[in-house]
């Protein structure tokens, strides 16, 4: 759907075309891959998301260089991080959750999308960060951690809010807190991670880029 938005948003500021070539796999890899031989002419756009820029870091057996062969065009969005846990109860009570992670190792359950993603490294980032004893569990997708977590299996998850803001509204789920610099728009009252653990940030995002004209090699 964004990709479509984008895509429909350039045709009319662009006044032409833009023909749109969605490849999904390998972490963004396949789609991302391809710009790298493109003219660097400017027909040639490519969205990347922060599976990008971890892949590039992560992976040594990538066929490309991304920090040197891909050059920023513009931002599209930067979204915050739910930090959430699954039992009914006020937000000021989130610190008794940390409490009970470290006071009882291996109880406490983080759920995430899978291994290596932005959710994951955000979860990862805030158990270094605070010294909370959390144990990893990923899952393919958002859908069955999400459901894992109602069901009481895992405890506590990093997900964007828009996959669980639906369960918090109905008092299904409460959120302890978002990883970005700021309050989300759409959890006013949640504090940010921040505000627990000074100098975390943790956000996803999504941008335009294009093959290099000068590649630095």
Do not use: W
Request: net charge positive; aromatic share 4%.
């Amino acid at each position: 759907m964004l990709v479509r938005l984008i895509g429909q948003s350039l045709s009319e500021r662009l006044g032409q075309p833009v023909v749109i070539d969605n490849q999904r796999g390998t972490a963004t890899s396949i789609g991302t891959e391809p710009i790298i031989s493109a003219p660097p002419d400017g027909h040639t756009l490519v969205l990347v998301i922060a599976a990008n820029v971890i892949r590039a870091r992560l992976d040594e057996k990538l066929n490309f260089d991304f920090v040197r062969e891909i050059a920023p065009v513009a931002g599209i969005s930067r979204n915050s991080i739910c930090h959430g846990c699954e039992s009914i109860g006020s937000d000021q009570d989130r610190s008794r959750v940390h409490a009970y992670a470290n006071g009882n190792p291996g109880k406490v359950h983080m759920a995430s999308s899978g291994y290596g993603g932005i959710l994951h490294l955000a979860g990862e980032l805030f158990k270094t960060m605070t010294n909370v004893n959390m144990v990893h569990v990923p899952y393919q997708g958002a859908a069955p951690a999400i459901t894992n977590l109602l069901s009481e299996q895992v405890q506590v998850i990093f997900t964007p809010v828009p996959t669980v803001i639906q369960h918090i509204k109905a008092g299904k789920l409460r959120a302890l807190a978002v990883t970005a610099a700021m309050r989300s728009e759409t959890l006013p009252d949640v504090p940010t991670v921040r505000r627990l653990c000074s100098g975390y940030e943790a956000s996803g995002f999504q941008g335009l880029c294009a093959p290099r004209t000068h590649q630095t090699k």
